[in-house]
């Protein structure tokens, strides 16, 4: 008779099947006018963050650690990160929970959350709904000017013919 755990520790180690991390962005949020202000780099910053948190297997929003290095692997020149950051922090989508410090015997990264994502005790703060709408460019009045005028091209007679 075997007793509890014994007969398992034989057998091998059975893989779990995991399942793909994966968001869920919602329409409201990519049809935003805050988010169609965003340059590509912003875009890639967040892309960059939301990776970090599936790898984290989104339980550590808000503590999420990206550095300089992340960013640049992921395709950003190294200088726009900084104003694609700012950027992305200025619209609403990202939070920056710990600024970092650059030293080379002992910075430390900083730290991000996705404020359209919840945290382990916070529902998403979806700050980006704060932003203004863009507005748009007002058109210039006609003021009755004349039409450009049409170009004359000049003709030529051609060899042989008569005018």
Not at 17 to 36: D, N, T, V
Not at 38 to 57: F, M, N, S
């Amino acid at each position: 008779m075997t007793r509890l755990g014994e007969g398992a520790m034989n057998k091998p180690r059975q893989q779990r099947h995991r399942e793909p991390s994966y968001i869920k962005l919602r329409s409201e949020m990519l049809c935003s006018s805050a988010w169609r202000a965003l340059t590509a780099p912003a875009k890639c910053v967040i892309e960059r963050l939301i990776i970090e948190h599936c790898k984290h297997g989104g339980k550590d929003n808000g503590k999420l650690v990206c550095t300089y290095q992340d960013f640049a692997e992921y395709g950003i020149r190294r200088p726009s990160i900084a104003p694609a950051i700012r950027l992305t922090v200025k619209l609403g989508f990202v939070e920056i929970t710990q600024l970092g410090h650059r030293s080379p015997d002992h910075g430390w990264p900083s730290r991000y959350r996705l404020a359209f994502l919840a945290t382990a005790n916070a529902n998403p703060t979806d700050e980006w709904k704060n932003f203004a709408a863009l507005k748009q460019p007002k058109k210039i009045k006609s003021r009755g000017t004349k039409p450009y005028p049409v170009l004359v091209t000049k003709t030529y007679p051609v060899l042989g013919t008569k005018t």
